[in-house]
């Protein structure tokens, strides 16, 4: 089953740079943003990756904005700070709604020498202090499944979150991606409620559906990641899913594409706005292979 898909997403038309990739040309991309809007300013975390033979993803930034646009850098994270020999794509929330509220990052990390990867978190009082924040592992994975790019979402004291899982259980296919729904009182003890979105044999997503954003939580509409095959790995597009009698049902084809390069846009980041508008983050392809961080308006 597959659904309409009448609500805004990103657009690369009219869409603004908010961080140009580090170089220029393949495999150097600034993206997989996470975004939130906190007392009228944007907090946005966001990861800076090199050519493969370069070191692949070296650090995430954690940077702040009046307007959503120009973005001032407060923490910078390193891969080798956290023994990863990558990191992807970062989670950033705060812990209440207290005035006092703590911030956390949710970190993807690669094991050395390995397809498997983990998830980790880190608490501080500022922003400007998470790259010395308290550290904790949160989703371990396991032998069998490697975890990243978490979706994480507070209201209140309940806690969801969405996290991209690959399975590791065949040699060469450790790119194959579902994604898995967990809830949570605290945000670092969670329950696994299992699989909720996955491609469709054929389609435009065969090999990989990963949850990206959520656009609204009631009813749920999601963007997420996809890509048909496994030449298409770091090139995905987005599409939508919704939930419809308790299932998550997706896009019959992509909604947002890049017109250049690799036609890759992935990693969509919502923020709800005050005038009832959002503000999407996301990465997207440049003709000259690389990847910058770009924003737009729905």
């Known amino acids: 089953m597959h659904i309409a898909t009448d609500l805004a997403v990103p657009r690369f038309e009219g869409a603004e740079v908010v961080v140009p990739a580090p170089a220029k040309g393949p495999g150097n991309w600034t993206g997989a943003p996470s975004a939130v809007l906190v007392d009228g300013v944007f907090w946005l975390a966001y990861r800076v990756r090199r050519p493969i033979d370069a070191g692949r993803g070296v650090s995430v930034v954690v940077a702040r904005s009046a307007d959503g646009v120009s ?8 891969r080798d700070d956290f023994g990863a020999a990558s990191f992807e794509r970062a989670a950033l929330v705060t812990t209440s709604d207290r005035p006092d509220a703590r911030w956390r990052l949710y970190l993807s990390c690669a094991t050395p020498d390995s397809k498997h990867w983990w998830i980790e978190a880190l608490d501080a009082d500022r922003p400007d202090g998470l790259a010395a924040g308290q550290r904790q592992v949160v989703f371990p994975g396991s032998a069998t499944v490697g975890v990243k790019d978490p979706v994480i979402v507070r209201r209140g004291s309940q806690w969801q979150a969405w996290v991209c899982r690959h399975p590791l259980t065949e040699r060469g296919q450790e790119d194959r991606m579902t994604s898995a729904y967990l809830t949570s009182a605290d945000g670092l003890t969670w329950t696994d409620h299992g699989e909720v979105l996955h491609g469709a044999a054929g389609e435009w997503d065969a090999r990989g559906a990963r949850v990206t954003t959520a656009v ?19 090139f995905e597009t987005t599409g939508v899913a919704r939930s419809v009698g308790g299932a998550l049902f997706s896009s019959s084809e992509p909604v947002a594409t890049s017109p250049e390069g690799t036609g890759a846009l992935r990693y969509a980041s919502a923020v709800a706005l ?14 000259d292979g690389s990847h910058d961080l770009m924003t737009s308006l729905g």
């Open 71 to 78: 973005f001032d850098p407060v923490a910078e994270l390193h």
């Open 274 to 287: 005050p005038d009832g508008r959002t503000r999407f983050y996301f990465e997207a392809a440049r003709a």
């Open 216 to 234: 609204s939580l009631d009813p749920l509409v999601l963007l997420y990641d996809g890509r048909p095959d496994a030449a298409s790995n770091w």
